[in-house]
């Protein structure tokens, strides 16, 4: 079974391509290619877009939902969803232009 197939998340909202590496229920590596056509990369900072911190957040959740519901040791979890995030952090870059 391919991993990607326990995301609920349609094509348009996925966040990851592929699994890199999975240790299910433990652990895991994803990747996703930025396209540089994505409809929210346009309004992001026209002419310097930056791919933006709360899709990478959605990116990191989706990859944990992927090792959760790998598990072998526990059935699938149907509606299984993010619902709190504690301790994230977004920093600010500044580049001169």
Avoid: W
């Avoid at 990116?59 to 944990?64: D, F, H």
């Amino acid at each position: 079974m391919n991993a990607l197939s326990f995301l609920p998340h349609g094509p348009e909202f996925r966040f990851l391509d592929r699994i890199l590496h999975l240790d299910p229920g433990r652990g895991g590596e994803g990747e996703y290619q930025v396209r540089g056509d994505e409809p929210f990369l346009k309004g992001h900072f026209p002419g310097q877009p930056l791919f933006p911190g709360v899709l990478l957040v959605e990116a990191a959740a989706q990859l944990a939902g992927v090792v959760a519901q790998s598990d072998p040791t526990i059935p699938p979890l149907p509606g299984l969803k993010l619902t709190a995030l504690r301790n994230v952090k977004m920093l600010l870059c500044y580049r001169p232009t």
